[in-house]
């Protein structure tokens, strides 16, 4: 299992892939720092600890342990399995005195492994982005540093769910690209989708149930969790919860409607809970997709 | 069946609902170079692939040197080729193998040595610093051969080797597999569309078409066989007359088809076609076609396609 581990870890974890995540990723938090700085006409970003600590909490939860490294995680979790069917290595590799269980499993832990370093380092390069641009409170950077670890607990979780999934469709699927689209889309869908579905569903009795599968919600309740952790840091309930609806807020307050701005809030159980449900889901689908992979037919 | 290194026996597999392997036998001995010819969709990988472990048969037995196919012990024991050798991007010759010869079992230092060992054998040494997929195919196919051969397999499994390749190419190929599975007595079972192309190294020919095994003899005898001659007839009472060609020892083949036309297949031509009317006159028989044909050793399959039995 080390010897995939390595190779499916070298074949990720490419310098030049690397380099060019680190700079999209740092790029895109460059411009959306501008953007809010500017949005509302008044320094937002110099206004205290609360605001600045709610920006970098709000671009780590949707961008940098968002998006971004989901989309990571995908595109090189379909390529583990998917990449190798299509250049033909799968065939000799599973025609080798190795159990294909070691196969899924070197090539899962690599995902993870991976998914770690780019995800821990896009955290410090655009922390220091952010400090270089706006020259905060040192204050506030010795808080924004101190979150690291814990989000870095919230990023292996993601990538020990997320790794889990994009494998098993790996194995499953049976074109690279459509698949890739595909979970783009899905990526999208749970980051941006589902927060604006997620009032019109709520003004409907009948659909309210779906708000307990309101992944975006899972997420954020599990990120709050671990943003919560590291002792001193100054943010308030009141920011925690409004993290992930801060772009979502738009429909409820044009409605009027005061109960629906924090309705999914009060469907939130406890994050320990999201926590441990989903992490056995994902194993629970990486295991029938192992053992499918066990018993499929691999040829040319 | 204890001195053979593999037997198959009633293999059936499907694929996306199409028979591609159907009661297909067959037995190769220890140290032998077998050849599987046949046309394309036949069943060839199909068959390499379930040796090799990586596609799982509908139903039969197959047996490499006495343990189940497809379990890690006997993939422990197969060297394996597939059609289209295949290798990573950013690995060179010596990496690819070293990685090749841990996932099959061998020490890392162990695997160095083996791989730069048979880099020399195959007098390839000056490319191991190279990258495989830059390499032309002929090179290729002699690194998937070396890279097969690293963990000192006793069964060698060659998937259309020497494909695609000109004269020289086949040979050189040929030649290093009939040396390498020599020197550590490897038992051999190669594919290929044309047997002609096989013919030079392999002891024994099998023909396969339609999933099934039409043929298997010596080479030396398909070689012959190739030589002989085929007549096509047809009589007012064909089942009459097979019973009687059935009692004629010097007809090898006789194949009777859906459109009730007998196919008869003799060394001896002269004496075939001296002793037809004499027994078509004493069956009073009426022949109704008539046909000899010239058999290469290109069309075997297609005199032996529908075969009702040998």
Redesign the interface.
């Known amino acids: 299992m080390g010897?995939i581990f390595r190779?499916a870890l070298?074949?990720t974890l490419?310098p030049k892939l690397v380099v060019l995540y680190l700079i999209i990723n740092a790029a895109v938090t460059v411009v959306t720092a501008l953007f809010v700085e500017n949005l509302s006409g008044s320094p937002v970003l110099q206004g205290g600890v609360i605001s600045f600590n709610m920006y970098f909490a709000k671009l780590v939860f949707l961008w940098i342990l968002g998006v971004s490294i989901l989309l990571w995680i995908a595109v090189h979790g379909i390529r583990m399995i998917g990449l190798e069917k299509k250049?033909?290595?799968l065939?000799?590799?599973?025609?080798?005195?190795?159990?294909r269980y070691r196969i899924i499993l070197g090539k899962y832990f690599a995902l993870i492994f991976s998914a770690l370093v780019v995800g821990v380092s896009s955290l410090f390069l655009d922390l220091s982005v952010i400090v270089l641009m706006f020259s905060p409170d040192p204050v506030i950077i010795l808080q924004l540093f101190k979150t690291i670890p814990f989000l870095s607990l919230y990023l292996l979780f993601l990538s020990f769910c997320t790794s889990a999934f994009s494998l098993s469709v790996s194995i499953l699927s049976k074109t690279l690209k459509k698949t890739y689209f595909v979970l783009s889309l899905i990526i999208l869908f749970i980051y941006f989708g589902v927060p604006l579905l997620r009032p019109g569903v709520a003004l409907y009795q009948e659909l309210r149930f779906l708000l307990y599968f309101d992944i975006n919600t899972h997420l954020s309740s599990i990120f709050h969790y671990f943003l919560s952790l590291p002792p001193g840091i100054i943010l308030s309930p009141k920011i925690l919860w409004d993290l992930s609806d801060w772009y979502t807020g738009i429909l409820p307050s044009f409605l009027k409607i005061a109960w629906l701005q924090d309705y999914h809030i009060k469907l939130l159980v406890n994050p320990q809970l999201v926590l441990v449900i989903w992490l056995t889901v994902s194993m629970f689908v990486l295991g029938l997709s192992a053992r499918r992979f066990n018993?499929m037919?691999?040829?040319? | 069946m204890s001195n053979h290194a593999l037997v198959v026996l009633n293999l059936y597999k499907k694929i996306n609902n199409k028979t591609v392997l159907n009661d297909f036998n067959l037995a190769v001995k220890q140290g032998e170079i077998h050849a599987l010819t046949g046309s394309a969709g036949a069943g060839k990988t199909t068959l390499l692939n379930i040796l090799a472990g990586t596609v799982q048969p509908n139903n039969g037995t197959v047996r490499i040197l006495n343990r189940k196919a497809g379990s890690l012990e006997v993939q422990k024991m197969i060297g394996y080729v597939p059609a289209k050798p295949s290798f990573y991007p950013g690995l060179r010759v010596l990496e690819y193998l070293v990685y090749m010869g841990i996932l099959s079992g061998l020490e890392q230092f162990e695997a160095v040595s083996r791989a730069v060992s048979l880099l020399k054998k195959a007098e390839m040494s000056a490319f191991k610093e190279k990258f495989p997929l830059d390499l032309p195919s002929g090179m290729k196919t002699k690194i998937a051969v070396v890279q097969s051969l690293l963990s000192r397999p006793s069964l060698l499994l060659l998937d259309e080797p020497v494909t695609g390749m000109d004269q020289a190419g086949k040979d050189s190929i040929l030649q290093m597999i009939k040396e390498m599975a020599a020197s550590d007595n490897i038992t051999v079972l190669l594919t290929s569309a044309l047997w002609t192309d096989v013919a030079s190294i392999a002891d024994n020919i099998t023909i396969i078409q339609d999933g099934r095994s039409i043929l298997s003899d010596e080479t030396a005898n398909i070689i012959e066989f190739s030589s002989q001659g085929v007549f096509i007839l047809q009589t007012s009472n064909n089942e009459l007359l097979l019973e009687v060609f059935r009692r004629m020892a010097y007809l090898k083949y006789i194949v009777r088809s859906e459109q009730d036309v007998i196919t008869v297949i003799t060394g001896k031509v002269e004496r075939f076609k001296k002793d037809l009317p004499g027994i078509l006159y004493k069956l009073q028989l009426e022949l109704m076609f008539f046909r000899q044909e010239e058999i290469n050793l290109g069309n075997i399959s297609q005199y032996l396609l529908k075969t009702e039995g040998d």
């Not at chain 1, 065939?91 to 159990?99: A, D, E, G, I, R």
């Not at chain 1, 037919?297 to 040319?300: C, H, N, Q």
């Open positions: 010897l190779m070298t074949r490419r250049e033909g290595t065939l000799l590799l599973v025609s080798k005195p190795v159990s018993k037919d691999i040829m040319e």
